[in-house]
DNA sequence: AACATTTTCAACCGCAGGAGT
DNA sequence: GACTCCTGCGGTTGAAAATGT
């Protein structure tokens, strides 16, 4: 990456000054923050005259607020973040900053990134334009799912609570529209996937072979109670009502769609980790 | 090890809207 | 109302890093 240096009109005027441009510098994210710390956030083009950097009030600003800010947070987002993310765009659609705010310690930037360089890539393996409503479905159906079970399983593992959970039976065909999930405790349906809406962009004619149940491992880790979803208010109601049902356990499963993503490389993706993607090509591959 | 390709993410740009004059 | 300046937002770019061959 090379530094530019370019004249620019500054208020109105031309100054001659050199504007700096492209990465910063350790000395420059000093001088920053020690003019920041000592003068507050805020009116940029001043700050940029006065802190002595050759850069924009636009660039010290953007440094600032997406780099330096000290609770800015950095690292991969956590399942609850990126279930909050997918949940927000589905109402808001591009409004990063928007969705920003309600992920602390995140920036619209980040949020963007992630959207582009994850949420659009599965898209595109899927061969369904990210904006469309078959894309949110199977945001819904399947990526929020999985997220909600992973969110689960974290907190399971670090709970250590495993003894008294119910045991997941395994996925339960009810007719060509409708697969439900089962628990051993009470049998009772805990979440529906509407097979209906998926068939219209998914070939579902043969299920077993569109679809990776595994379900039958039988572990604790697969249960959701309604207080994973009592973590998000702003989750849509109409969402809650469709995947809570009667039970307050949810037995959720993973229905991983088959055909287009079996034929990408679905190793490299990092919604579906090494042991899912085994067990879904076994699957596949005795069926 | 070397090169090619893909992914990530920091930083830029243009535009819109608000505030001040 | 017209103009200027500032700030913030969303789209895009491209170098660096990671991964594949």
């Known amino acids: 990456m090379s530094i530019n240096l370019t004249k620019k009109k500054f208020n109105g005027n031309e100054e001659g000054a050199e504007q700096r441009k492209g990465p910063w510098t350790l000395e420059e994210d000093t001088l920053l923050t020690n003019y920041i710390s000592y003068n507050g956030e805020g009116r940029w083009n001043l700050l940029a005259k006065s802190s002595g950097l050759k850069r924009t009030g636009k660039s010290c600003r953007l440094r600032w607020l997406n780099y330096l800010k000290p609770d800015i947070k950095r690292g991969n987002l956590t399942p609850q973040e990126q279930l909050l993310i997918l949940e927000l765009h589905s109402k808001w659609g591009n409004r990063w900053s928007k969705i920003a705010k309600y992920l602390p310690g995140r920036t619209d930037n980040d949020i963007k990134n992630y959207w ?3 949420v659009q890539k599965q898209a595109r393996q899927l061969n369904i334009d990210s904006n469309s ?3 949110l479905e199977v945001v819904r159906s399947f990526w929020i799912p999985r997220l909600i079970h992973e969110i689960k399983d974290n907190s399971n593992s670090n709970n250590n609570i495993k003894a008294d959970a119910p045991e997941f039976v395994g996925p339960v065909l009810r007719d060509k529209n409708d697969l439900c999930f089962i628990n051993n405790m009470d049998c ?4 529906s996937v ?8 998914m070939d579902l004619s043969d299920l077993e072979t569109t679809m990776s149940l595994e379900g039958s491992r039988g572990s604790s880790s697969q ?3 309604s207080e994973d979803y009592s973590s998000f208010p702003c989750l849509e109601e109409e969402y809650m009502v469709a995947t809570m049902g009667n039970s307050d356990i949810l037995a959720l499963q993973d229905c991983h769609v088959a055909d287009s993503m079996y034929e990408e490389d679905v190793t490299q993706d990092p919604m579906w980790n090494m042991d899912d993607i085994w067990q879904f090509k076994e699957y596949a591959h005795f069926n």
Do not use: A, E
């Open 223 to 225: 249960c959701v109670t």
């Open 133 to 135: 409503h078959k894309f």
């Open 116 to 118: 582009r360089t994850r």
């Open 188 to 191: 009772s349906t805990s979440m």
């Open 194 to 201: 509407d097979l209906k809406k998926i068939s219209q962009f």
